[in-house]
């Protein structure tokens, strides 16, 4: 046990702030500024880039789910993906014409919301009170049930085809002269801003969870459960609130996810890889740690949609690999990367690219001090 | 469905529970020492499967006489034992050594890393689609039966299977290595104080665990005949199982836990459909989990402060 830790509270403002200084404390609403004003800048936020981009924004709610658990409360799970496809095929079933529903985007997303935690407190309640490996070995246990029913149960979830068409939210509603339905279907800005007021929205409920009661306790529990016990927190109520909140923000992420592509897509879209992709954005960015959590994310869909299709071209144009081996091409070499990234990241800085300050006291407990 | 057919069910069963059983020994011996999920075991074994097949095809095994195909296996499983023994120390050494008295997720976080790049390997050595493994193995029934069938292939199983176990229990049982490494899961700190050097006996576990995994990844090929460079994850998901199923860190838990696994498996797919095999494993996982997170053979350990 390491005898100082850092200190809770940040450190009082600087005498002197500078503009550098305002950037950094308040990064949050700079950037959700700037990224406000890019679509009505940057006209090819209007086309396909603007659905990658949403497609970002989504993703980082899913990391920042996952942050409670993995990153407030320690809790290691490996199946979030699997409430992000609860998510989504609840809001496709609620919505979609292949059903008699047919509600509205907004009220099939609070329902969607609403059930995923329920899912969340039903996995959790029984399986809390075991270790943290094997509380890990049951949310994958969990992640592949859930794939396999959703591809099995195919005259429910429509097999691999999945559901489809969801309707653009909005649909039907007229909202001063305007058919938000429409207007959805056309542009992909309103599925930018939706996803980004969102995300918004989310940031500011964990920078809120973070400085409340609760979110202590998460911390407390994970730093020491005994200890946070005899301090008089519950642990398996904290425990469980993580469990729904985390689940609920992931069946959020999913509705969007349904919504944006008008379809729930294919149950391998919710396997665990992607529960695996977003714990790496998760540890890569920073456990605990929002702005960490944006950043890894950000990486890592950069990766995928930026860096190796453009490092793939350029492989092409040198025309180093005429024969197509896929060990020439930037792409074939993902897996590893992300591989390497993982074991360095955990030797050498476990505490991610931006730290959150408890979590890196702590895990540099016992070593040479904090 | 007679009782012919759920005799032989459990006959597949049983095989193919021999072989999840000896993948899970992996999982359980080095999850005794030093308390690590190796993420990473079932994707070593894709890679000793990869090498069984390449030398397979090098030492041109599928055009030899019966004698000699023997002999050829044995050598496979020793060469692939050998070959995924040394790899699983030589990871340990570089990875998770450094990791020792970090938090429990800085090592499982770096298996689930190492299991990429093995998978990445995997990729490049047999190409994104699955290969077939060539049948070495004549598929005779070795019973007068009609509706029972054990071939070559599953006397195969219970050939290599069988030695490699009873080995072990005498290797756990009867050595001074094998004292050394009950010592160290208990207690490594007192287990140094009183002389065992902890560090060779972690890479001795991971060498035999890996070893274990070399040979069940030769049966794998010639058993199964499909090998693909993601068969690591669920094959390992498998074994995982049976080796929590068992009670994680006892030996005859595994071997008992791979047993049922393969039971419940053949079962599964025989009377409720194949595709829904997965989805009752894993449900078997976690209401075991829930209800007896011990498992059946294991002790219940008392989460210390």
Redesign the interface.
């Known amino acids: 046990m390491a005898t100082n830790r850092a200190p809770r509270t940040s450190s009082p403002p600087a005498p002197s702030a500078g503009p550098w200084d305002f950037l950094a404390e308040r990064w949050e609403l700079v950037t959700l500024a700037v990224l406000a004003i890019a679509p009505l800048v940057i006209p090819a936020l209007g086309g396909a880039l603007g659905g990658q981009v949403t497609n970002l924004f989504i993703y980082c709610i899913l990391a920042l789910a996952l942050n409670v658990m993995v990153g407030y409360t320690g809790l290691v799970h490996l199946g979030i993906a699997s409430f992000f496809g609860i998510g989504a095929y609840c809001l496709a079933i609620l919505t979609v014409p292949m059903y008699p529903f047919q509600i509205g985007f907004l009220a099939a997303a609070v329902i969607a919301v609403l059930v995923t935690a329920g899912t969340g407190l039903a996995l959790g309640a029984p399986t809390l009170r075991l270790r943290g490996d094997y509380l890990a070995i049951v949310t994958l246990g969990f992640g592949e049930v859930v794939k396999v029913t959703l591809r099995n149960l195919e005259q429910i979830t429509g097999g691999m085809k999945g559901l489809n068409p969801v309707p653009p939210p909005g649909a039907g509603v007229t909202l001063a002269g305007i058919d938000l339905g429409k207007e959805f279907a056309i542009d992909p800005r309103w599925f930018y801003y939706l996803a980004l007021l969102s995300l918004a929205g989310v940031v500011l409920a964990m920078r809120r969870l973070e400085n409340s009661r609760l979110g202590r306790a998460l911390v407390a529990v994970r730093e020491d459960e005994l200890a946070a016990q005899a301090m008089g927190i519950s642990a398996t109520k904290v425990k469980l609130s993580a469990f729904a909140m985390s689940s609920a923000v992931a069946g959020l992420a999913g509705c969007l996810y349904a919504a944006s592509l008008s379809t729930t897509a294919d149950p391998n879209a919710y396997d665990f890889n992607r529960s695996i992709m977003v714990l790496c954005a998760v540890i890569l960015g920073g456990l605990g740690s929002i702005p960490g959590t944006l950043l890894g994310v950000a990486i890592l869909v950069g990766f995928d949609t930026v860096l190796a299709p453009w490092a793939d071209s350029w492989i092409q144009q040198m025309n180093i690999n005429p024969k197509g081996l896929s060990y020439l091409s930037f792409s074939g070499w993902r897996l590893a990367i992300f591989g390497v990234a993982l074991v360095l990241v955990m030797r050498y800085r476990p505490e991610g690219l931006i730290p959150s300050r408890r979590l890196a006291a702590e895990l540099h407990e016992g070593g040479a001090g904090s | 469905m007679s009782v012919q057919f759920l005799l032989q069910q459990c006959l597949i069963g049983l095989t193919n529970g021999a072989l999840i059983a000896l993948v899970a020994l992996g999982y359980t011996m080095v999850y005794g020492i030093i308390?690590l999920?190796n993420f990473a075991h079932g994707d070593l074994i894709m890679l000793g499967a990869c090498l069984a097949l390449s030398l397979v095809g090098a030492l041109g095994m599928t055009a030899a006489g019966p004698a000699t195909t023997w002999v050829g296996i044995g050598g496979l499983v020793l060469l692939c034992g050998l070959f995924c023994g040394l790899l699983n120390v030589a990871v340990d050494r570089i990875?998770y050594k450094?990791?020792r008295?970090?938090?429990?997720?800085?090592?499982?976080?770096?298996a689930?890393?190492?299991?990429?790049?093995?998978?990445?390997?995997g990729?490049?050595w047999l190409?994104?689609a699955d290969k077939s493994f060539p049948e070495l193995l004549p598929s005779t029934n070795l019973l007068h039966n009609d509706a029972l069938q054990f071939t070559w292939k599953d006397l195969l199983v219970v050939l290599i299977v069988g030695p490699l176990m009873v080995a072990l229990s005498v290797l756990v049982k009867g050595t001074k290595l094998g004292k050394a490494m009950r010592a160290v899961s208990q207690d490594p700190t007192a287990a140094a104080l009183v002389g065992v050097d902890v560090d060779r006996v972690i890479a001795a576990t991971f060498f035999i665990g890996g070893f274990l995994g070399g040979a069940a990844s030769v049966i794998y090929g010639l058993y199964i005949n499909t090998i693909g460079f993601q068969m690591g994850?669920q094959n390992g998901?498998y074994a995982?199982?049976a080796a929590?199923l068992g009670g994680i860190g006892s030996i005859p838990g595994a071997v008992l836990g791979g047993l049922v696994i393969g039971l419940v498996r053949a079962l599964a797919s025989a009377y409720v459909g194949e595709?829904?095999t997965?989805?009752i494993v894993?449900?078997i996982?976690?209401v075991i989990?829930?209800f007896r997170?011990e498992g059946l053979l294991g002790r219940r350990v008392k989460?210390k402060?």
Not at chain 2, 101 to 110: G, I, R, T
Not at chain 2, 112 to 121: L, P
């Open positions: 308390g999920i990875v450094p990791l008295n970090a938090p429990k997720l800085a090592p499982l976080v770096s689930i890393g190492v299991s990429f790049i093995f998978m990445n390997v990729l490049f190409g994104p994850f998901l995982f199982t929590v595709r829904w997965g989805a894993f449900a996982l976690i989990l829930v997170p989460e402060v």
